[in-house]
């Protein structure tokens, strides 16, 4: 062999291996995953329902939210991601665990584990973030008392927060005249923001897309076979799967009898 | 002494080769100054756009709520610009050149090229649009919509392809290490993109698999891509100007096969703690860390190289830049490293102190060795010398400072970020609050970066209409003679 033969095969290698383990493996290894049914353990330990699988499904606008969620680039400022205690302190932060003082004002404050590949099933891409300009949204879901505020903070954030930095993101609702008493869904603003006299401002489809996807961001549903106790999953049971007839899933899943029914019924987002 | 050592080796020259070596300028002229001006008016728009995006962050009202300044679209939308549009041009005219000057062989395909060359601006341009109008992707540095990939690839691998031509059209019997750098990053960026975007966009669904192939994708467009084009055109340039060959061609090579062994590994470690096998993100930050080797190498090499020399970096803008660039490199490796260790990573993970580091990568080195390498090449293309030393020292200190304040600020910004973030039971608004001070002075940085270039296009663009100097003399940053000779030193 020429030198210049050599040259390339070494360069062939020397990115080939990386690429092989690093990346290509991994990746057609994790696009099998599968949920996980609850054993008879989880069934005694913690609230969760009879036949039911690890992560239940999601229910809602989720696939066009995603979509929102990444056109509006909202994963530059959140992570969707609560590190194991050896990298960070994610598992305590306010607002960030399961349901926090954020949550009510009087619990004590709890803990959330740290996220698992499971938590993002299905997901053409799980938006894991970059930086942490804003909060962690991974267990935003349970931080929604009610769609009226998220709406009002995505339209004003000032208007919530006064520190916030978020944009206001007016684009996605839509001013128009109002109808008689005016819409249920027209969001209640201050001075500033407010529309002018006799017109209201209601959230357009992608907003409504958007919140109803951060509503389904949960990622602290119990493991299967953790003996977990439901503390951390806020005390309330989890949403039962919906069984549906499709043929077995392929690969058994680990510490669990073989699946008898399919994946949960929530739409993996697919934008 | 760079037109000094021009001047001797011209003498020993014979007529053939001076004219071979015109011809071959000749030959990658246009697609040269190309790549460079469109790569400039790319990073005059990314710089504006990323002082948009810095001002967002602590003045979020900043130009009104317009949808298309938001944030979350204006940031990648720079990022984007700046990388494809800029550092990818301006490395592909500075290879195309000195790829040529090494094999001694003159460019062809000419036209194939210079068609790639729009179609990838084209294809750039609709990329940072859509994203702006609200159709990005969201994956860092993989952010245009999924359509255009497969134009950038085509138009790469033609664009890159030239510099394996040129290669099999060699002259010159020598590989110099330059070589090796320039056709390693020219075979390694196709692969990455192809695989990075086929497994995103084709075979998708793997969820955190997803992100952890697009850190890969970030580590790699930095170690596979940009260092070793910044590292064989300061290869080149650094031996060129002090007039004295590569310290040890050994270390050189080893440097260099310790990078290609290692850089593919890396990338990952930016997920540390992330829902991903554990494995992935040690076996890259293990990777990050052993970079340290290769940087060492690199490092002596050019400190031998330019020992005796050093002074030179007041009279020569090449020098100036590449040595500003050289030093770049070390600390984009050994901060790398750092945050690869989690006492220091838990704190730096997901704050602007990663941001900060990509930035070392792409502008303290990447870019200001490539300043260097056109304030070298573009002189020897248009048959004129650049305007004004005063202008290039302008370009330089505002450069020099504008970067090292972004750097500086948002390390500053990201460490206070992350020690508020690290406190137990505590909201987010101390986060905000810590930072925001850095944050304006980053916008200010932005400022300076954009004021340098603006100099610089304008400078370029007199020298590609040959308004430049009509000169034996290349332009110095001080006039040399003068110096040294009322120092007592014979030039």
Sequence with gaps: ?271 | METNQANNADLRETHAEALARAEIDRSVRLPVLFFFTNGLLWLLGSSLLAFVASMKLHNPDFLGDAAWLAYGRIHPASSNAFLYGWVFQAGLGAALWIMARLCRAPLTGIGVLLTAGHIWNIAVTIGVAAILLGEGTSFPWLDFPSFLWPVLLLTYAIMAGHLLVLFRARRSEEVFISQYYLLASALWFPWVYLTANLLLHVFPGAGVMGAAVNAWYVGSVLLLWAAPVGLGTAYYLIPKIVGKPIYSYQLALGGFWMLAILGGWSGAQSLKGGPLPAWIPAVSGTATIFLLIPMIAVAINFHRTMKGSHRLVNYSPTLRFAAFGAVAFNLLIVSSALLCLFSLGRVTQFTHVESGVHFIGLYSFFTMILFGAIYFIVPRLVQCEWRSGGWIRFHFWFSAYGSTAVVAMLILAGISQGIDQAKPYEGFRGSVEVSAAYLVGRSLGWVFIFLSNLMFFFHILLMVFRLGRRSGQATMLHDMEKELSAHGVNA
């Design chain 1, 1 to 271: 062999m020429k030198p210049h033969r050599y040259f390339t095969l070494g360069l062939v290698l020397a990115f080939g291996l990386p690429w092989l383990v690093m990346v290509v493996g991994p990746h057609a290894a994790m696009r099998h995953l599968e949920p996980i049914p609850y054993g008879e353990a989880d069934f005694e330990s913690a609230f969760v329902p009879e036949n039911s699988y690890f992560p239940p499904g999601r229910a809602g606008l989720v696939a066009q939210g995603y979509r929102v969620y990444a056109q509006e680039g909202c994963a530059y400022c959140h992570t969707q991601v609560i590190r194991p205690t050896y990298a960070g302190r994610d598992r305590w932060r306010e607002g960030w665990t399961g349901r926090g003082p954020g949550w009510s004002g009087e619990e004590p404050p709890t803990e959330v584990r740290e996220t698992m590949p499971l938590d993002y099933l299905g997901e053409r891409y799980a938006f894991l973030g970059v930086q942490r300009i804003g909060p962690d949204l991974a267990n935003y879901g349970w931080r929604i008392k009610d769609e009226a505020t998220v709406h009002r903070q995505l339209y004003d954030p000032r208007s919530v927060h006064s520190w916030s930095v978020m944009p206001a993101f007016q684009h996605l609702y839509e001013v128009r005249r109002r109808d008689g008493q005016g819409s249920d869904e027209a969001l209640k603003l201050e001075a500033k923001h407010a529309p002018p006299e006799g017109y209201e401002v209601v959230p357009g489809d992608k907003a409504k897309a958007l919140v109803s996807y951060l509503r389904t961001l949960r990622k602290d549903y119990i493991r299967p076979g953790s003996g977990e106790p439901a503390s951390s999953a806020g005390g309330e049971p989890l949403p039962s799967a919906v069984p549906a007839p499709a043929g077995a899933p392929g690969g058994a899943p680990p510490g669990g009898a073989p699946p008898a029914g399919a994946p949960p019924a929530g739409a993996p987002p697919a934008p």
